[in-house]
């Protein structure tokens, strides 16, 4: 499918045999990712719509081996080249931070929603693979309030030979992998970490690049969180940054990282019963 195809999909468009579109939500590098009615399962699903049946099935096999509540659920692959997931309805976590007044989150929201996309890191590390663009335009926060990490299309196998180009979205890759390094699951740790510290602050902790300065993350430390958001306690500052150090060994794992931020939830409910620590049942 070519460029030039994906961009005349349009509501009440056939895609394939089976489908026909009830909207399109965004265009991204010639791949549309759309709504879509399955007429022999009647029932809306979400559709990527791929330039090429092998970029679809790539995807196809990492979101078929996952299973996971934080993560959106695989439904299936069509021709000519349509990624088939559930429908999700909700704002983008992108949407609930810049939407309100003070463009950003509460500390307890935000850690919750970091405990959820960490999960789901968690789970994907466990089925031998790397997310590589954990940003808040790919979590959807579902009816209900659960965060879903999607779009896998930067996704890569654990330990599998990189690419020639750097992958992700500029301002939240790994410093590793901006400099053609081998990367490890610290990498989607420094792009949660990016992604909590936007939640925090409604910033992001380095400069933007631009054509002399790639990657800022590379070279230049983050902004410290408390000269943006005062009220944020040091250790739990200190704990973020960690996410953001340059070198992935100094990042902390998910599984001390996810209980260590939980230990910072003030208001409302925690995220496990009380006197409960999953960190403590793995020793």
Known sequence: MTNQSTQRLKVGSKVGEQLTILGV??????????????????CPMACK????????EREAKVLS?????????????????????????????EELIYKPQKKRLGISNAIRVAIHIGAALQHIHEKGFLHLDVKPTNVIVARGGRPVLYDFGSARQQNSARPRLVTGTDPYIAPEECLHGDVTPAADV???????????????PFPLGNRKNDFPQTHSGPTPLRERRPDIPASLGDLVLSC???EPSVRPALGSLLPALHDHIRTGPSMWPAGFRPDQWLR
């Open 244 to 246: 953001l150090a340059r």
């Open 190 to 204: 420094f792009g949660l970490g990016v992604t909590l510290y936007e939640m925090f602050t409604g910033s992001l």
């Open 25 to 42: 939500i965004d265009r991204h590098d010639g791949d549309a990712l759309c709504i879509v009615w399955h007429h022999a399962a009647w």
């Open 65 to 93: 081996t996952l299973a996971h509540p934080n993560t959106v659920r695989f439904l299936g692959l069509t021709k000519p080249a349509n990624l088939l997931m559930e429908f999700l309805e909700g704002p983008t976590l």
């Open 49 to 56: 719509v791929f330039q090429s049946f092998r970029s679809a």
